[in-house]
């Protein structure tokens, strides 16, 4: 059954065809959220919150574009307000400022200096990402889930698939280009 033929159930009063919806973009969702707050407990939390949203406002939906497309909107716009107030309460109450989101746990590599290195070059992305504007951030971190391509994302971020490559690809050269004034030349 299509998302279109899911979504009409579901307006019609049918719990299951809306769960079924549930099962079929729970994991793109998720990543979504994860992509856009680094954190698996909030990004839960987020997807929930969407999820949520996306069921009182189901009658709504237009079917302009994918039943998907508009999930992850809804996901992403859901994220964002929830980073907005989560890294501000938390850098102003818990952190100095310096590291926006608490760091997960480092698996160890095939040496305690490998493991060493990987985490101290993962800091440094962490840290560089984190002073990207969100205008460069928001669509790396999007592509780097692999769950949408460029036309998802365009209509997910609201701008031009060409501006979205655009942006994608400053994201990157200023991420390379900062990486190597801190001696990562090949990363």
């Not at 069921?55 to 709504?60: A, D, G, H």
């Not at 391509?149 to 400053?170: I, N, Q």
């Amino acid at each position: 059954m299509t998302d279109g033929a899911l979504v009409e159930r579901a307006c019609a009063g049918d719990a299951e065809a809306f769960g079924e919806l549930v099962d079929r973009h729970r994991e793109a969702v998720f990543r979504a959220a994860l992509a856009a707050l680094r954190d698996p407990a909030e990004a839960d939390d987020a997807a929930q919150d969407a999820f949520l949203l996306a069921y009182r406002k189901l009658r709504s939906y237009r079917g302009e574009s994918s039943f998907r497309t508009w999930m992850l909107t809804i996901a992403w716009r859901t994220a964002l307000r929830r980073r907005r107030g989560w890294r501000r309460w938390v850098t102003r109450l818990v952190l100095d400022g310096s590291a926006p989101f608490p760091r997960p746990p480092i698996d160890a590599g095939p040496s305690p200096e490998t493991a060493a290195a990987q985490a101290e070059l993962a800091g440094h992305v962490e840290r560089l990402l984190g002073r990207l504007p969100s205008r460069l951030r928001d669509p790396l971190l999007l592509l780097a889930t692999g769950d949408q391509g460029y036309a998802e994302m365009s209509a997910l971020l609201g701008v031009p698939v060409g501006t979205l490559k655009w942006r994608v690809a400053e994201a990157r050269r200023q991420l390379k280009e900062k990486l190597s004034r801190l001696g990562y030349a090949d990363e």
